[in-house]
């Protein structure tokens, strides 16, 4: 199976910064690879698709790049409201659809 | 627009059995692929079954295998997974999704397997 691996696990940052976070596959995915934004007790919420396509609705501060093994997730200006835990995963390899572990971004 | 709705969860004794529902609305449910995913309390996200928009395929991580079984009934806009040998690490939210890129999440089912 393929393995996902995000980091870093959290960190710190301010409103206004522009924050990068990397998600790296065990093996080549191509593009299979979306990013997903959880809000403490909510359901979580799809943000970017195919690795860098916007979903309809989501803030163009957010911004995916990357294929085959390596991806970002870019957010520029960070906002109030982007203190969230974000989460990669792969849709590359069914039978299995794996979750990077995450990465909590909090306040600084 | 679409929305998912899903129930069942609760306390369960370890060694039980529980059926959990989700309840689709607002788009063609039978031309989408449904999953199942659940977060443990204070964890990460965890993908858990998955099955095809004909129910043709069906696919389980490690973790539930051959203790959860997970279906759908097109007709009623219905998907369900069915737990049986629960373990206290099966205590978790569950969610239903939709598709393998998961546009669409219900609010979550608690389960708790407590003795």
């Known amino acids: 199976d393929i393995q996902m691996t995000q980091s870093p696990p959290s960190l710190s940052a301010s409103v206004g910064d522009r924050v990068t976070i990397t998600c790296q596959a065990s093996?080549?995915?191509?593009?299979?690879l979306n990013w997903y934004q959880q809000r403490p007790g909510k359901a979580p919420k799809l943000l970017i698709y195919d690795a860098s396509n916007l979903e309809s609705g989501v803030s163009s501060r957010f911004s995916g790049g990357g294929s085959g093994t390596h991806f970002t997730l870019t957010i520029n200006t960070l906002q109030p409201e982007d203190f969230a835990t974000y989460y990669c995963?792969?849709?590359?390899?069914?039978?299995?659809?794996?979750f990077g572990g995450g990465t909590k971004v909090e306040m600084k | 627009e679409a929305q998912l709705v899903d129930s069942g969860g609760e306390l369960i004794q370890p060694g039980g059995s529980l059926r959990l529902s989700c309840a689709a609305s607002g788009f063609t449910f039978s031309s989408y692929s449904m999953n199942w995913v659940r977060q443990a309390p204070g964890k990460g996200l965890e993908w858990i079954a998955y099955?095809?928009?004909?129910?043709?395929?069906?696919y389980y991580a490690d973790s539930v295998k051959g203790r959860f079984t997970i279906s759908r009934d097109n007709a009623k806009n219905l998907l369900w997974l069915q737990m049986s040998s629960l373990r206290e690490e099966d205590t978790a939210v569950y969610y239903c999704a939709r598709g393998v890129v998961m546009n669409y999440w219900g609010l979550g089912t608690l389960v708790t397997v407590s003795s």
């Open positions: 995963q792969h849709y590359a390899d069914l039978p299995s659809l794996a």
């Open positions: 099955i095809s928009s004909a129910s043709r395929d069906k």
């Open positions: 093996q080549d995915i191509s593009d299979s």
